[in-house]
C-alpha cells in the first residue's frame, strides 16, 4: 500500500531517533494541508501521541497524562483509519492506557513502539531509518537534550515575528 511520506516520516522519527516533536511538525503540517478543520481525525491522535511522549519524556506527567487521554479517545474513535494505515490501533490504545497508568504511578518515561500491522510499512520506515542514520526501534537517547528539550532549543524568532505582523495588521 501507498502511504504519505509525512506519515512514514512521522513513523520513521518515533521508531528511529525518537524526536516526537519532529513527529508532530511533520504529521500536523500534513494534517493542516489535508484536512485542517477535522479535528477529531486519526491524525490529529498521532500527533496526540507524540507530543504525550515529548511531555512524558521531559517529565511533564500532567502534560503527558492529559494528552494520552485525548489521544486514546481519539484513537477509539478512529480504528478503522488507523487500519488503513496499517497500526493495530487497540494495541497502541491499549499501549498509551498501560503509559498512562504508568504516569500516575510516578513511573520514568520508557519508549515503546506503535504496533504495525503491515510488513511492507515496516519494511519502508526500516529503510528511511537507515537513510537517516537512525536504529530501528531503539530506545530514547535521555542525555540527547537536542531531542529531549527541542522545542525550547529551537529558533522562534520567525513565529514571533509572524505573531507581531498579525497583531499589527488586526489592530489596523
Known sequence: MAYP?????????????????????????????TDPKNRSSHWVGLIQVAVG?????????????RTFTKAIRN???????????G?????????????TNE???NRPYR???IPLADASLVTQVQTLCNKNGFTWCSPSDLTNSAIVHRHSLRD????????????RKKRG
Open 5 to 33: 511520506q509525512a506519515y512514514l516520516e512521522f513513523l520513521m522519527y518515533f521508531h528511529g531517533n525518537r524526536d516526537y516533536f519532529e513527529c508532530h511538525e511533520v504529521l500536523e503540517e500534513y494534517w493542516k494541508e
Open 53 to 65: 511522549f515529548y511531555h512524558y519524556r521531559r517529565e511533564n506527567k500532567s502534560g503527558a497524562s
Open 75 to 85: 484513537i477509539q474513535m478512529n480504528q478503522e483509519a488507523l487500519a488503513n494505515l
Open 87 to 99: 497500526i493495530q490501533a487497540k494495541k497502541l490504545q491499549d499501549k498509551l492506557i498501560d503509559i
Open 103 to 105: 504516569l500516575s504511578q
Open 111 to 113: 519508549s515503546i513502539n
Open 156 to 167: 522562534r524568532s520567525d513565529i514571533i515575528l509572524e505573531r507581531k505582523n498579525a497583531l
